[in-house]
Protein backbone atom coordinates (compact mmCIF):
# COMPACT_ATOMS: atom_id res chain seq x y z
CA UNK A 1 0.00 0.00 0.00
CA UNK A 2 1.35 3.39 -1.13
CA UNK A 3 1.74 6.43 0.61
CA UNK A 4 -0.98 8.21 -0.91
CA UNK A 5 -3.18 5.40 -0.80
CA UNK A 6 -2.74 4.32 2.57
CA UNK A 7 -3.31 7.51 3.41
CA UNK A 8 -6.80 8.23 1.66
CA UNK A 9 -7.48 4.98 4.01
CA UNK A 10 -6.92 7.02 6.89
CA UNK A 11 -8.58 10.11 5.68
CA UNK A 12 -11.70 8.25 5.08
CA UNK A 13 -11.57 6.79 8.29
CA UNK A 14 -10.32 10.51 9.91
CA UNK A 15 -13.21 12.24 7.76
CA UNK A 16 -15.39 10.10 9.67
CA UNK A 17 -13.83 10.45 12.74
CA UNK A 18 -14.38 14.27 12.68
CA UNK A 19 -17.85 14.33 11.41
CA UNK A 20 -18.59 12.36 14.56
CA UNK A 21 -16.86 14.54 16.83
CA UNK A 22 -18.47 17.41 15.21
CA UNK A 23 -22.02 16.26 15.88
CA UNK A 24 -20.96 15.62 19.53
CA UNK A 25 -19.66 19.56 19.63
CA UNK A 26 -23.09 20.62 17.97
CA UNK A 27 -25.03 18.06 20.34
CA UNK A 28 -22.81 19.39 23.49
CA UNK A 29 -23.19 23.24 22.16
CA UNK A 30 -27.04 22.77 21.54
CA UNK A 31 -27.81 20.64 25.55
CA UNK A 32 -25.33 21.92 27.97
CA UNK A 33 -24.24 25.49 29.04
CA UNK A 34 -21.44 27.31 27.64
CA UNK A 35 -20.24 26.47 31.46
CA UNK A 36 -21.50 23.11 31.63
CA UNK A 37 -19.72 22.47 28.23
CA UNK A 38 -16.10 23.93 28.90
CA UNK A 39 -16.09 21.49 31.97
CA UNK A 40 -17.03 18.29 29.89
CA UNK A 41 -14.86 19.23 27.08
CA UNK A 42 -11.96 20.01 29.50
CA UNK A 43 -12.63 16.65 30.98
CA UNK A 44 -12.69 14.56 28.38
CA UNK A 45 -9.38 16.32 25.99
CA UNK A 46 -7.69 15.78 29.90
CA UNK A 47 -8.81 12.09 30.62
CA UNK A 48 -8.73 10.73 26.97
CA UNK A 49 -4.71 12.44 26.77
CA UNK A 50 -3.98 11.16 30.00
CA UNK A 51 -5.24 7.57 28.94
CA UNK A 52 -3.39 7.69 26.00
CA UNK A 53 -0.06 8.79 28.14
CA UNK A 54 -0.43 5.93 30.41
CA UNK A 55 -0.44 3.20 27.58
CA UNK A 56 2.31 1.11 26.38
CA UNK A 57 0.99 2.23 22.43
CA UNK A 58 4.56 3.60 20.85
CA UNK A 59 6.47 0.18 22.86
CA UNK A 60 3.90 -2.14 21.13
CA UNK A 61 3.67 -0.36 17.91
CA UNK A 62 7.61 -0.24 18.24
CA UNK A 63 8.34 -3.73 19.30
CA UNK A 64 5.87 -4.92 16.73
CA UNK A 65 7.14 -2.89 13.21
CA UNK A 66 10.74 -1.72 14.22
CA UNK A 67 12.20 -4.90 16.01
CA UNK A 68 9.85 -6.92 14.42
CA UNK A 69 8.66 -8.89 18.09
CA UNK A 70 5.29 -11.30 17.35
CA UNK A 71 2.61 -9.33 18.03
CA UNK A 72 0.79 -12.05 19.90
CA UNK A 73 3.85 -11.88 22.39
CA UNK A 74 3.69 -8.26 22.60
CA UNK A 75 -0.02 -7.61 22.84
CA UNK A 76 -0.12 -10.52 25.31
CA UNK A 77 2.69 -8.87 27.67
CA UNK A 78 1.53 -5.40 27.08
CA UNK A 79 -1.88 -6.28 28.77
CA UNK A 80 -0.49 -8.47 31.00
CA UNK A 81 0.44 -4.88 32.51
CA UNK A 82 -1.92 -2.60 31.74
CA UNK A 83 -4.99 -4.63 32.93
CA UNK A 84 -4.05 -4.71 36.55
CA UNK A 85 -3.14 -0.68 36.02
CA UNK A 86 -6.67 -0.18 34.61
CA UNK A 87 -8.40 -2.02 37.48
CA UNK A 88 -6.49 -0.10 40.22
CA UNK A 89 -7.88 3.42 37.88
CA UNK A 90 -11.21 1.99 38.83
CA UNK A 91 -10.83 1.86 42.18
CA UNK A 92 -9.31 4.59 42.93
CA UNK A 93 -12.67 6.01 40.83
CA UNK A 94 -14.60 5.01 43.42
CA UNK A 95 -12.39 5.75 45.90
CA UNK A 96 -12.73 9.19 45.23
CA UNK A 97 -16.41 9.06 45.49
CA UNK A 98 -15.95 8.92 49.03
CA UNK A 99 -13.81 12.10 49.21
CA UNK A 100 -15.34 14.84 47.25
CA UNK A 101 -19.20 15.47 47.31
CA UNK A 102 -21.77 16.31 45.00
CA UNK A 103 -22.10 16.93 41.23
CA UNK A 104 -18.49 18.17 41.05
CA UNK A 105 -17.37 14.61 42.64
CA UNK A 106 -19.58 12.57 40.44
CA UNK A 107 -17.71 14.13 37.48
CA UNK A 108 -14.14 13.94 38.84
CA UNK A 109 -15.24 9.87 39.65
CA UNK A 110 -16.66 9.60 35.78
CA UNK A 111 -13.43 11.06 34.64
CA UNK A 112 -11.28 9.25 35.90
CA UNK A 113 -13.35 5.84 35.19
CA UNK A 114 -13.48 6.72 31.63
CA UNK A 115 -9.11 6.40 31.49
CA UNK A 116 -8.75 2.46 32.00
CA UNK A 117 -10.79 1.45 28.33
CA UNK A 118 -8.55 4.59 26.96
CA UNK A 119 -5.21 2.58 28.10
CA UNK A 120 -6.31 -0.83 27.56
CA UNK A 121 -7.13 0.26 23.76
CA UNK A 122 -4.62 2.62 23.64
CA UNK A 123 -1.86 -0.19 24.35
CA UNK A 124 -3.87 -2.54 21.85
CA UNK A 125 -3.91 -0.61 19.24
CA UNK A 126 -0.17 -0.09 18.99
CA UNK A 127 0.05 -4.20 17.99
CA UNK A 128 -2.17 -3.56 15.30
CA UNK A 129 -0.96 -0.10 13.84
CA UNK A 130 2.57 -2.08 14.51
CA UNK A 131 1.08 -4.61 12.00
CA UNK A 132 0.34 -2.66 9.44
CA UNK A 133 -3.65 -3.08 10.22
CA UNK A 134 -4.53 0.31 9.26
CA UNK A 135 -8.08 -0.45 8.32
CA UNK A 136 -8.41 -2.26 12.10
CA UNK A 137 -6.59 0.72 13.74
CA UNK A 138 -9.09 3.28 11.96
CA UNK A 139 -11.88 0.54 12.98
CA UNK A 140 -11.37 0.65 16.91
CA UNK A 141 -11.00 4.50 17.16
CA UNK A 142 -14.18 5.40 14.95
CA UNK A 143 -16.44 2.91 17.26
CA UNK A 144 -15.41 4.39 19.95
CA UNK A 145 -16.88 8.11 18.86
CA UNK A 146 -19.71 6.48 16.96
CA UNK A 147 -21.19 4.90 20.33
CA UNK A 148 -20.22 7.81 22.21
CA UNK A 149 -22.24 9.85 20.18
CA UNK A 150 -24.98 7.52 19.83
CA UNK A 151 -25.12 7.63 23.80
CA UNK A 152 -24.88 10.76 24.17
CA UNK A 153 -27.79 11.36 21.76
CA UNK A 154 -29.98 9.29 23.88
CA UNK A 155 -29.02 10.04 27.20
CA UNK A 156 -28.68 13.85 26.62
CA UNK A 157 -30.62 14.60 23.98
CA UNK A 158 -33.30 12.75 24.67
CA UNK A 159 -33.36 11.41 27.99
CA UNK A 160 -32.73 15.08 29.10
CA UNK A 161 -29.37 14.20 31.79
CA UNK A 162 -28.35 17.80 30.15
CA UNK A 163 -25.80 18.44 32.75
CA UNK A 164 -21.68 18.17 32.81
CA UNK A 165 -22.42 14.95 34.89
CA UNK A 166 -25.10 13.41 32.14
CA UNK A 167 -22.50 13.95 29.68
CA UNK A 168 -19.79 12.25 30.85
CA UNK A 169 -22.12 9.41 32.04
CA UNK A 170 -22.72 8.68 28.41
CA UNK A 171 -19.30 9.24 27.37
CA UNK A 172 -17.59 6.65 29.86
CA UNK A 173 -20.41 3.75 29.02
CA UNK A 174 -19.40 3.85 25.48
CA UNK A 175 -15.83 3.89 26.21
CA UNK A 176 -15.98 0.40 27.75
CA UNK A 177 -18.58 -0.92 25.17
CA UNK A 178 -16.18 0.13 22.23
CA UNK A 179 -13.52 -2.39 23.69
CA UNK A 180 -15.62 -5.30 22.74
CA UNK A 181 -14.06 -5.39 19.19
CA UNK A 182 -10.40 -4.99 20.44
CA UNK A 183 -10.99 -8.19 22.44
CA UNK A 184 -12.22 -10.28 19.45
CA UNK A 185 -9.26 -9.36 17.35
CA UNK A 186 -6.92 -9.48 20.20
CA UNK A 187 -8.53 -13.14 21.02
CA UNK A 188 -4.58 -14.66 19.97
CA UNK A 189 -3.27 -12.12 22.68
CA UNK A 190 -5.01 -13.88 25.07
CA UNK A 191 -4.19 -17.44 23.63
CA UNK A 192 -0.57 -16.84 23.63
CA UNK A 193 -1.29 -15.16 27.77
CA UNK A 194 -2.76 -17.96 28.98
CA UNK A 195 -0.15 -20.73 27.00
CA UNK A 196 2.94 -18.73 28.02
CA UNK A 197 5.16 -17.65 30.54
CA UNK A 198 5.37 -13.49 30.99
CA UNK A 199 8.09 -12.23 29.13
CA UNK A 200 9.65 -10.26 32.15
CA UNK A 201 12.37 -9.27 29.72
CA UNK A 202 9.97 -7.89 27.23
CA UNK A 203 7.95 -5.93 29.71
CA UNK A 204 10.75 -4.01 31.50
CA UNK A 205 12.04 -3.12 27.47
CA UNK A 206 8.62 -1.78 26.76
CA UNK A 207 8.43 -0.16 30.32
CA UNK A 208 11.58 2.01 30.01
CA UNK A 209 10.35 2.89 26.19
CA UNK A 210 6.89 4.15 27.53
CA UNK A 211 8.49 5.69 30.47
CA UNK A 212 10.46 8.08 27.99
CA UNK A 213 7.25 8.35 25.59
CA UNK A 214 4.87 8.61 28.18
CA UNK A 215 6.94 11.56 29.67
CA UNK A 216 6.94 12.85 25.85
CA UNK A 217 3.50 12.86 26.05
CA UNK A 218 2.53 14.39 29.41
CA UNK A 219 4.84 17.17 27.40
CA UNK A 220 3.18 16.71 24.36
CA UNK A 221 -0.52 17.46 26.29
CA UNK A 222 0.38 20.37 27.59
CA UNK A 223 1.85 21.43 24.36
CA UNK A 224 -1.40 21.14 23.22
CA UNK A 225 -3.76 22.12 25.85
CA UNK A 226 -1.83 24.66 27.85
CA UNK A 227 -3.48 26.93 25.99
CA UNK A 228 -6.65 26.21 27.24
CA UNK A 229 -5.75 25.88 30.82
CA UNK A 230 -3.84 29.19 30.91
CA UNK A 231 -7.81 30.35 29.43
CA UNK A 232 -9.68 28.64 32.37
CA UNK A 233 -7.44 30.34 34.63
CA UNK A 234 -7.08 33.81 33.34
CA UNK A 235 -10.05 34.64 31.17
CA UNK A 236 -13.01 32.02 32.70
CA UNK A 237 -14.73 29.08 32.22
CA UNK A 238 -17.02 30.39 29.71
CA UNK A 239 -13.76 31.66 28.11
CA UNK A 240 -12.66 28.35 28.01
CA UNK A 241 -15.87 26.86 26.35
CA UNK A 242 -15.54 29.64 23.39
CA UNK A 243 -11.77 28.75 22.90
CA UNK A 244 -12.05 24.79 23.24
CA UNK A 245 -14.84 25.42 20.08
CA UNK A 246 -12.05 27.44 18.09
CA UNK A 247 -9.49 24.62 18.89
CA UNK A 248 -11.63 22.07 17.39
CA UNK A 249 -12.02 23.84 14.28
CA UNK A 250 -8.47 24.45 13.98
CA UNK A 251 -7.77 21.00 14.69
CA UNK A 252 -8.76 19.77 11.35
CA UNK A 253 -6.09 20.92 9.42
CA UNK A 254 -4.03 17.96 11.28
CA UNK A 255 -6.62 15.35 9.95
CA UNK A 256 -4.53 14.76 7.00
CA UNK A 257 -1.13 14.86 8.22
CA UNK A 258 -2.10 12.20 11.06
CA UNK A 259 -3.77 10.18 8.08
CA UNK A 260 -0.43 9.89 6.48
CA UNK A 261 1.58 9.55 10.22
CA UNK A 262 -0.88 6.07 10.17
CA UNK A 263 -0.36 4.91 6.83
CA UNK A 264 3.52 5.46 7.26
CA UNK A 265 3.66 3.99 10.98
CA UNK A 266 5.59 0.43 10.01
CA UNK A 267 6.83 1.35 6.96
CA UNK A 268 9.10 3.93 8.73
CA UNK A 269 9.26 1.58 11.09
CA UNK A 270 10.39 -1.09 9.36
CA UNK A 271 12.82 0.82 6.78
CA UNK A 272 16.01 1.32 6.01
CA UNK A 273 17.60 4.36 7.30
CA UNK A 274 17.41 5.89 3.80
CA UNK A 275 13.85 4.61 3.10
CA UNK A 276 12.22 5.99 6.26
CA UNK A 277 14.02 9.07 5.85
CA UNK A 278 12.39 9.14 2.41
CA UNK A 279 9.12 8.32 3.49
CA UNK A 280 9.51 11.13 5.80
CA UNK A 281 10.03 14.07 3.66
CA UNK A 282 7.25 12.39 0.91
CA UNK A 283 4.65 12.61 4.07
CA UNK A 284 5.61 16.35 4.66
CA UNK A 285 5.11 17.28 1.42
CA UNK A 286 2.44 15.74 0.96
CA UNK A 287 0.94 17.67 4.25
CA UNK A 288 2.12 20.89 2.99
CA UNK A 289 0.04 20.11 -0.61
CA UNK A 290 -2.85 20.22 1.99
CA UNK A 291 -2.51 22.30 4.91
CA UNK A 292 -1.97 25.33 3.16
CA UNK A 293 -5.64 25.40 0.88
CA UNK A 294 -6.61 23.96 4.38
CA UNK A 295 -5.57 27.09 6.48
CA UNK A 296 -6.85 29.21 4.44
CA UNK A 297 -10.58 28.01 3.55
CA UNK A 298 -10.86 27.31 7.84
CA UNK A 299 -9.71 30.69 8.48
CA UNK A 300 -12.23 32.09 6.21
CA UNK A 301 -15.20 29.80 6.48
CA UNK A 302 -14.76 28.24 9.79
CA UNK A 303 -16.00 31.35 11.88
CA UNK A 304 -19.10 31.79 10.29
CA UNK A 305 -19.34 27.55 10.59
CA UNK A 306 -19.15 27.60 14.25
CA UNK A 307 -22.07 30.51 14.80
CA UNK A 308 -24.13 28.33 12.72
CA UNK A 309 -23.62 24.97 14.34
CA UNK A 310 -22.67 26.09 18.05
CA UNK A 311 -24.96 29.41 18.21
CA UNK A 312 -24.42 32.70 18.68
CA UNK A 313 -22.97 32.02 22.37
CA UNK A 314 -20.22 30.94 20.40
CA UNK A 315 -19.74 33.86 17.73
CA UNK A 316 -16.52 35.03 19.68
CA UNK A 317 -14.19 31.73 18.72
CA UNK A 318 -13.97 33.04 15.26
CA UNK A 319 -10.73 35.74 16.11
CA UNK A 320 -8.82 33.04 17.65
CA UNK A 321 -9.76 30.49 15.15
CA UNK A 322 -8.38 32.45 12.17
CA UNK A 323 -5.15 32.67 14.42
CA UNK A 324 -5.09 29.19 15.43
CA UNK A 325 -5.24 28.18 11.52
CA UNK A 326 -2.27 29.34 11.11
CA UNK A 327 -0.42 27.50 13.96
CA UNK A 328 -2.12 23.97 13.28
CA UNK A 329 -0.76 24.34 9.52
CA UNK A 330 2.67 25.31 10.71
CA UNK A 331 2.97 22.47 13.38
CA UNK A 332 1.31 19.86 10.87
CA UNK A 333 4.39 17.96 9.96
CA UNK A 334 5.31 17.38 13.58
CA UNK A 335 3.85 14.18 13.84
CA UNK A 336 5.80 12.80 10.89
CA UNK A 337 9.20 14.11 12.19
CA UNK A 338 8.00 12.34 15.64
CA UNK A 339 7.33 8.93 13.68
CA UNK A 340 10.78 9.32 12.26
CA UNK A 341 12.87 9.96 15.55
CA UNK A 342 10.66 7.85 18.05
CA UNK A 343 9.72 4.63 15.53
CA UNK A 344 12.58 4.45 13.54
CA UNK A 345 15.31 5.82 15.26
CA UNK A 346 13.94 5.04 18.08
CA UNK A 347 14.77 8.28 20.25
CA UNK A 348 11.72 8.78 22.18
CA UNK A 349 13.39 11.85 23.70
CA UNK A 350 12.99 13.67 20.69
CA UNK A 351 9.33 14.42 21.39
CA UNK A 352 10.18 15.19 24.86
CA UNK A 353 12.32 17.97 23.96
CA UNK A 354 10.40 20.20 21.54
CA UNK A 355 7.57 19.34 24.04
CA UNK A 356 9.46 21.14 26.48
CA UNK A 357 10.32 23.98 23.89
CA UNK A 358 6.88 24.64 22.56
CA UNK A 359 4.97 24.67 25.98
CA UNK A 360 8.17 27.18 27.28
CA UNK A 361 7.34 29.32 24.67
CA UNK A 362 3.39 28.84 24.70
CA UNK A 363 3.41 29.30 28.71
CA UNK A 364 5.31 32.31 28.53
CA UNK A 365 3.55 34.12 25.77
CA UNK A 366 0.39 33.74 27.02
CA UNK A 367 0.74 34.67 30.36
CA UNK A 368 1.51 38.05 28.54
CA UNK A 369 -1.21 37.76 25.61
CA UNK A 370 -4.03 36.65 27.46
CA UNK A 371 -4.73 38.67 29.92
CA UNK A 372 -4.73 41.27 27.25
CA UNK A 373 -6.33 40.01 24.25
CA UNK A 374 -8.31 36.96 25.86
CA UNK A 375 -8.49 33.98 23.38
CA UNK A 376 -7.57 35.33 20.80
CA UNK A 377 -4.07 36.11 22.78
CA UNK A 378 -4.27 32.42 23.82
CA UNK A 379 -4.16 31.78 19.73
CA UNK A 380 -1.37 33.90 18.77
CA UNK A 381 1.33 32.04 22.05
CA UNK A 382 0.15 29.00 20.32
CA UNK A 383 1.07 29.76 16.91
CA UNK A 384 4.08 31.36 18.31
CA UNK A 385 4.99 28.15 19.85
CA UNK A 386 3.95 26.13 17.30
CA UNK A 387 6.15 27.91 14.91
CA UNK A 388 9.07 27.63 16.81
CA UNK A 389 8.66 24.14 17.44
CA UNK A 390 7.84 23.58 13.70
CA UNK A 391 11.72 24.99 12.84
CA UNK A 392 13.71 23.36 14.95
CA UNK A 393 12.03 19.70 14.02
CA UNK A 394 12.45 20.43 10.52
CA UNK A 395 16.06 21.51 11.15
CA UNK A 396 17.30 18.39 13.29
CA UNK A 397 15.69 15.92 10.85
CA UNK A 398 17.10 17.46 7.83
CA UNK A 399 20.33 17.06 9.83
CA UNK A 400 19.93 13.81 11.25
CA UNK A 401 18.77 12.42 7.58
CA UNK A 402 21.07 14.12 5.67
CA UNK A 403 18.32 14.65 3.27
CA UNK A 404 18.90 18.02 1.41
CA UNK A 405 16.43 20.87 2.63
CA UNK A 406 14.32 21.03 -0.64
CA UNK A 407 13.52 17.34 -0.34
CA UNK A 408 11.19 18.55 2.63
CA UNK A 409 8.95 21.03 1.27
CA UNK A 410 9.54 21.24 -2.37
CA UNK A 411 6.47 19.20 -4.22
CA UNK A 412 7.69 17.21 -6.80
CA UNK A 413 5.33 16.07 -9.83
CA UNK A 414 5.44 12.52 -8.86
CA UNK A 415 3.44 14.00 -5.52
CA UNK A 416 0.62 15.31 -7.43
CA UNK A 417 0.74 12.58 -9.92
CA UNK A 418 0.35 10.01 -7.02
CA UNK A 419 -3.14 11.24 -6.75
CA UNK A 420 -4.12 11.03 -9.96
CA UNK A 421 -3.01 7.52 -10.65
CA UNK A 422 -4.81 6.28 -7.32
CA UNK A 423 -7.99 8.21 -8.49
CA UNK A 424 -7.31 5.99 -11.93
CA UNK A 425 -7.46 2.84 -9.78
CA UNK A 426 -10.35 3.32 -7.80
CA UNK A 427 -12.14 4.53 -10.95
CA UNK A 428 -10.94 1.38 -12.44
CA UNK A 429 -11.53 -0.77 -9.67
CA UNK A 430 -15.23 0.68 -9.46
CA UNK A 431 -15.96 0.01 -12.96
CA UNK A 432 -14.94 -3.15 -12.69
CA UNK A 433 -16.99 -4.09 -9.77
CA UNK A 434 -19.73 -2.26 -11.50
CA UNK A 435 -19.59 -4.56 -14.51
CA UNK A 436 -19.43 -7.87 -12.16
CA UNK A 437 -22.38 -6.90 -10.39
CA UNK A 438 -23.89 -5.74 -13.80
CA UNK A 439 -22.73 -9.30 -15.47
CA UNK A 440 -24.24 -11.20 -12.26
CA UNK A 441 -27.53 -9.85 -12.69
CA UNK A 442 -27.29 -10.28 -16.09
CA UNK A 443 -26.68 -14.01 -15.76
CA UNK A 444 -29.87 -14.53 -12.79
CA UNK A 445 -32.06 -13.11 -15.13
CA UNK A 446 -30.97 -15.03 -17.99
CA UNK A 447 -32.68 -18.41 -18.88
Not at 53 to 62: F, H, R, V, W
Not at 218 to 236: E, F, M, S
Request: include cysteine; proline fraction near 3%.
Amino acid sequence: MGIATGSLVSLIFRMNDILMWGLIGILTARTLSVEDRGVYATAIVLTSAIGGISSLSSATGYFVSNQKRDAEEVGANALAMVLPLSLAILVVALGTRLFVSGEDGQVVVLAVASMAPAIIRNTSLGVILGQNSVVKYNLAGDVAVSLALLFLAVWVGVLGHRTAEGALQAWTLAQYVSLLPIVYWGRAWWRWMLTHRPNTALMRRMLRFSAVTGFGSVIGLLNYRVDQLLVIRLDGREGAGIYSSAIAVAEGLWLFSSAITLASFARVGRGEPSEAARLTATGIRHTVMVVIGGGLTAAIVGPYLIEILFGRAYEGAGAPLRVLCLGTALFAPQGLINLYFVNHRGVPSFPVFIGLLSVAVSVAAGLLLIPLYGTTGAAWATTLSYGVATVVSVTLFVRRSRLPFVEVWRIRRDDVAAYFRLARQLAETAGALAKRTKDGTGGADSP
